[in-house]
């Protein structure tokens, strides 16, 4: 069952080592971030991208979710915005803690986070990358309401493996 009261707020530094429990391995890693830091995940590495969030702030933000009940965190996700009228946004980074997966938490997750999208940074469209042999994330996405966009050239390769990359979005109602 999702959580009942989930709360978004910015990712701090001393929430690092809660994210890096779920990152068991590289490829755990390079499907979260598309190999957007080194592996292993390190402290300093993903301080400086916490440092890039803040000056670039309010076009780019690092949240976590956290289950109000348990106090626990449950998800984190990057917003940006990506064109110069400030119209579209991008989710990357989106990850669930192992515990929490298949229980609706990243449903949740993602609504509120196309919420902040849309209501408090005022995008008119949400946009975000998936590689296509991830079910279970585009089941999520589906579910809140995007669609995929298709493929284009995207794609990353990964150990020899060439992962394809599929674009999903979503309108503001």
Known sequence: MPPQH???????????????????DERTQAVWSANTFPYPLTRNDFEDFLSICRTDTPHREFMKATDQDSGDMVGVFSLKRIDSLGRTGHLSL?????????????S????????????TKGFRRMQLYVFNFNTAAKTCYEACGMTNEGTG?????????????????VERG
């Not at 050239?153 to 979005?169: A, C, D, P, R, S």
């Open 6 to 24: 989930l709360e978004l707020a910015p990712f701090e530094p001393e929430d690092y080592a809660t994210l890096a429990s779920w990152i068991t």
């Open 153 to 169: 050239k995207l794609k990353m390769t990964y150990k020899g493996e060439n992962w394809q990359v599929e674009v999903m979005g």
């Open 94 to 106: 989106i990850m669930v803690s192992p515990q929490s997966r298949g229980r609706g938490t990243g």
């Open 108 to 119: 949740a997750m993602v609504r509120a986070a196309l919420k902040r999208g849309f209501e």
